[in-house]
């Protein structure tokens, strides 16, 4: 190779393109991580605790504390939502009890 042909290891714009596709991988995967997260609760937590105790880089253990907050979320309102239509399901066959 002649000495005009920029090498990636030596020319900076290179790089910093490099740089800038890992930065859009990892946003991207962070994303469908936490949108997971938010889908599937158990996921979420499993995900969360994984992180959390696992990971060495703050980056990890934020990502953990992001996905274990939206599993922690979406389970209570999972939860509120059978309490919700078992009591509303109870009190609509009660009533409809004593007009026999």
Do not use: H
């Amino acid at each position: 190779m002649d000495e005009t042909t920029p090498q990636p290891g030596n020319d900076p714009r290179m790089t910093e393109r490099w740089q800038s596709l890992v930065d859009i991988m990892y946003l991207s995967q962070v994303t469908w991580l936490y949108l997971f997260s938010a889908i599937y609760p158990v996921m979420g937590l499993f995900y969360g605790i994984l992180f959390l105790t696992g990971s060495i880089s703050p980056k990890g253990k934020r990502v953990g504390r992001v996905c274990l907050i939206l599993g922690i979320i979406n389970t209570a309102m999972v939860i509120l939502a059978l309490v919700l239509v078992l009591t509303l399901g109870l009190a609509g066959a009660l009533a409809g009890m004593g007009k026999d």
